[in-house]
């Protein structure tokens, strides 16, 4: 089979999964319909909850591994659709429907290239040595995985397909980056805070207002620099998005909450920026988790100087995946853009598919 053909049938799939509603947490539907397609394509897959994955023919535990990974759930649609955000639509050379570009195309892209180099008797995937390019790295297993609830960060996603998997020494997971490598990502941990005070009644000097406390506490996050910057992810960045306070308009509030959005760096862990905000803010703090945790792999990792070598740039990406979940080294590289992930009419080029095909193939070392 040419890549053309490959292309073709990646296309096909991806329509058939447009055409599967798959809101996180209610993937069951589209998980049958990999399923069904790896089990024709003669793959041994296997399956827990929504979660899919499979091994390569030739798997040996005593080899390196190498995982690729993609979501197999979208986000609900929003409104002001012009297309049938169900339907897939191909006008030109867009191919419109909901998950198309997050992250349906490195999906079936990935599926695509893992089933093209099963049917490899030998497999010798790992990029060229660039300290020593005469001797090639040691030839790789491969697993495919098509994980859920990825859109929400859910424990039923591929933290729980993690521990049922052999050790992974390297993952490529398919988010829409232009096909070029993203090397960091930013970690995400939600703190919900509680200011504390005294009811009283408005129209008296009595009670002490919650709400000016957490007005405190709200400047002080606003104006705080950490100072550790990273070159590719830049600053840790503290952002309030929600306070309620009161029940009626002359009564002192005796509590404010509000809600903080942190994305960290990969110079400090979620664990240490909270420590540190409970040192320095009044209120009560509670992180809901510590778990979605930046990522890094260094510049020097020999599939980023894969990437390198075929003109890519690596850069830091401020958007979150199950990236965050993986303690092993991995990078997001797909096909799309990023900005078209959650939107009206969201699309993908067959064009980005073809070309994804082919350059995961060069980037993992495979004479196609």
């Given at each position: 089979m040419n890549k053309c053909e490959i292309?073709?049938?990646?296309?096909?799939?991806?329509?058939?999964?447009?055409?599967t509603p798959s809101v996180s947490r209610d993937e069951a539907r589209a998980a049958d319909v990999l399923e069904a397609y790896m089990t024709g394509k003669g793959l041994n897959p296997r399956r827990?909850?929504?979660?899919?994955?499979?091994?390569?023919?030739?798997?040996?535990e005593r080899k390196p591994a190498i995982l690729l990974n993609a979501h197999i759930d979208t986000v609900k649609p929003v409104a002001g659709w012009q297309h049938d955000p169900f339907t897939p639509t191909v006008a030109g050379d867009r191919l419109y429907g909901l998950g198309s570009n997050d992250c349906g195309g490195g999906l079936v892209s990935l599926l695509e290239v893992f089933i093209a180099l099963n049917g490899h008797p030998i497999i010798p995937i790992?990029?060229?040595?660039?300290?020593?390019p005469i001797n090639p790295l040691p030839p790789t297993n491969l697993i495919f995985l098509a994980s859920c609830e990825e859109e929400v960060s859910g424990k039923n996603g591929i933290e729980s397909v993690l521990p049922l998997l052999p050790p992974i020494d390297?993952?490529?997971?398919g988010e829409p980056t232009g096909m070029q490598p993203a090397i960091a990502e930013k970690g995400l941990m939600v703190i919900d805070a509680t200011a504390h005070g005294k009811a009283g009644h408005a129209a008296r000097n009595e009670g002490d207002n919650a709400i000016y406390h957490a007005m405190q506490d709200i400047l002080w996050l606003k104006d705080w620099q950490f100072p550790k910057r990273s070159e590719l992810l830049g600053p840790v960045?503290?952002?309030?998005?929600?306070?309620?306070?009161?029940?009626q308009h002359n009564v002192v509030p005796d509590q404010c909450t509000f809600t903080i959005d942190v994305r960290s760096n990969e110079c400090y862990t979620n664990e240490e920026i909270f420590e540190y905000f409970q040192t320095h803010l009044r209120s009560e703090l509670k992180?809901?988790?510590f778990r979605l945790s930046p990522s890094?792999?260094?510049m020097e990792h020999p599939f980023v100087q894969a990437c390198i070598q075929q003109g890519l740039k690596p850069f830091g990406s401020p958007t979150l995946s199950d990236q965050a979940l993986m303690p092993f080294p991995s990078l997001k590289l797909g096909p799309g853009d990023s900005a078209r992930s959650h939107t009206t009419d969201e699309y993908i080029k067959i064009s980005e598919i073809e070309g994804a095909i082919s350059l995961y193939m060069k980037l993992l070392n495979f004479n196609f």
């Amino acid at each position: 089979m040419n890549k053309c053909e490959i292309c073709q049938e990646a296309v096909a799939l991806l329509k058939q999964l447009i055409a599967t509603p798959s809101v996180s947490r209610d993937e069951a539907r589209a998980a049958d319909v990999l399923e069904a397609y790896m089990t024709g394509k003669g793959l041994n897959p296997r399956r827990h909850g929504n979660n899919i994955w499979c091994f390569s023919q030739s798997f040996d535990e005593r080899k390196p591994a190498i995982l690729l990974n993609a979501h197999i759930d979208t986000v609900k649609p929003v409104a002001g659709w012009q297309h049938d955000p169900f339907t897939p639509t191909v006008a030109g050379d867009r191919l419109y429907g909901l998950g198309s570009n997050d992250c349906g195309g490195g999906l079936v892209s990935l599926l695509e290239v893992f089933i093209a180099l099963n049917g490899h008797p030998i497999i010798p995937i790992t990029p060229i040595n660039p300290i020593n390019p005469i001797n090639p790295l040691p030839p790789t297993n491969l697993i495919f995985l098509a994980s859920c609830e990825e859109e929400v960060s859910g424990k039923n996603g591929i933290e729980s397909v993690l521990p049922l998997l052999p050790p992974i020494d390297f993952a490529i997971v398919g988010e829409p980056t232009g096909m070029q490598p993203a090397i960091a990502e930013k970690g995400l941990m939600v703190i919900d805070a509680t200011a504390h005070g005294k009811a009283g009644h408005a129209a008296r000097n009595e009670g002490d207002n919650a709400i000016y406390h957490a007005m405190q506490d709200i400047l002080w996050l606003k104006d705080w620099q950490f100072p550790k910057r990273s070159e590719l992810l830049g600053p840790v960045k503290q952002t309030v998005t929600i306070v309620n306070a009161g029940t009626q308009h002359n009564v002192v509030p005796d509590q404010c909450t509000f809600t903080i959005d942190v994305r960290s760096n990969e110079c400090y862990t979620n664990e240490e920026i909270f420590e540190y905000f409970q040192t320095h803010l009044r209120s009560e703090l509670k992180a809901r988790s510590f778990r979605l945790s930046p990522s890094h792999i260094p510049m020097e990792h020999p599939f980023v100087q894969a990437c390198i070598q075929q003109g890519l740039k690596p850069f830091g990406s401020p958007t979150l995946s199950d990236q965050a979940l993986m303690p092993f080294p991995s990078l997001k590289l797909g096909p799309g853009d990023s900005a078209r992930s959650h939107t009206t009419d969201e699309y993908i080029k067959i064009s980005e598919i073809e070309g994804a095909i082919s350059l995961y193939m060069k980037l993992l070392n495979f004479n196609f």
